[in-house]
């Protein structure tokens, strides 16, 4: 079992920077992929990006490609999401999520999820 809390959401003006933390809980973290997720109101589920149990593979949406930076510390337990020059468009609730082994663009492929984060980008 993993449980998984994020944090660092908030109204932020476009152009900004933000960091995203996802915390889990137990011993094996370092044996999970990990991803982060998006949902902006009245639309679905979107993938953001992933990063593997080692950190030596990530991997983005073409939407946040060069802006946004996803990386892990397995000592920490915990999995970062960098954005930076954010755009009215990133505004979403941000979801981390893990599962054991490969990572994953498909939100369906993911065991756990956290409770979600807002972010909001005002133009």
């Known amino acids: 079992q993993v449980q998984l809390v994020e944090s660092g959401g908030g109204l932020v003006q476009a152009g900004d920077s933000l960091r995203l933390s996802c915390a889990a809980s137990?011993?094996?973290?370092?044996?999970?992929?990990m991803a982060w997720f998006r949902q902006a109101p009245g639309k679905e589920r979107e993938f953001v990006g992933y990063?593997?149990?080692?950190?030596?593979?990530?991997y983005y949406a073409d939407s946040v490609t060069g802006r946004f930076t996803i990386a892990r510390d397995n000592a920490k337990n915990t999995v970062y999401l960098q954005m930076n020059s954010v755009r009215p468009e990133d505004t979403a609730v941000y979801y981390c999520?893990?599962?054991?082994?490969?990572?994953?663009?498909?939100?369906?492929?993911?065991?756990?999820w956290g409770q979600g984060t807002q972010v909001t980008v005002s133009s």
């Open positions: 990063i593997s149990t080692s950190a030596r593979t990530t």
């Open positions: 137990g011993r094996t973290f370092n044996g999970y992929a």
């Open positions: 999520a893990a599962r054991l082994a490969n990572a994953a663009r498909n939100a369906a492929e993911y065991t756990y």
